[in-house]
C-alpha cells in the first residue's frame, strides 16, 4: 500500500502564491501516475494536474494552465504543487493521488489517496 500525506495548505489572498507537497511512503513502486484534484462542499472532485512518476511528463487542467505546476523529486518521494496568481475560486480542499496507470482526469483511475489539504484564497 501507498500512503500520501500533503502540506503546505493555507489562507492567502488572490494574486498570491502557495506551494503544497505530497509525501509518498509504502510501496512507492506503485505510484506511477500521480496527482492533485480539489474538491468544494457540494461539488465533484476537479482534476488539477497530474505527473508520470519515471519520466515526470505533465499535464495540468486548463483552469490552471499558466499559473499552477506540478513536479516531483523521485529521490524524496515527494510531489509538489506550486500555484501562482491565485484567485478565490481556488478556494478547496487540495487531495494528493496515486496509482492511475496513465494520466486522466478521471478520480476512479487513482488508487491511493491523501487526507487533503485546505487552500483559502480570499478576494
Known amino acids: 500500500q501507498v500512503q500520501l500525506v500533503e502540506s503546505g495548505g493555507g489562507m492567502v489572498r488572490a494574486g498570491d502564491s502557495l506551494s503544497l507537497s505530497c509525501a509518498a511512503s509504502?510501496?512507492?513502486?506503485?505510484?506511477?501516475?500521480m496527482g492533485w484534484f480539489r474538491q468544494t462542499p457540494g461539488k465533484e472532485r476537479e482534476f488539477v494536474a497530474s505527473?508520470?512518476?519515471?519520466?515526470?511528463?505533465?499535464y495540468h487542467a486548463d483552469s490552471v494552465k499558466g499559473r499552477f505546476t506540478i513536479s516531483r523529486d523521485k529521490a524524496k518521494n515527494t510531489v509538489y504543487l506550486q500555484m501562482n496568481s491565485l484567485k478565490p475560486e481556488d478556494t478547496a480542499v487540495y487531495y494528493c493521488?496515486?496509482?492511475?496507470?496513465?494520466?486522466?482526469?478521471?478520480?476512479?483511475?487513482?488508487?491511493?489517496w491523501g487526507q487533503g489539504t485546505q487552500v483559502t484564497v480570499s478576494s
Open positions: 505527473i508520470a512518476w519515471s519520466t515526470g511528463t505533465t
Open positions: 493521488t496515486a496509482g492511475a496507470l496513465r494520466h486522466t482526469s478521471n478520480p476512479e483511475s487513482y488508487r491511493y
Open positions: 509504502g510501496r512507492t513502486f506503485s505510484t506511477n501516475v
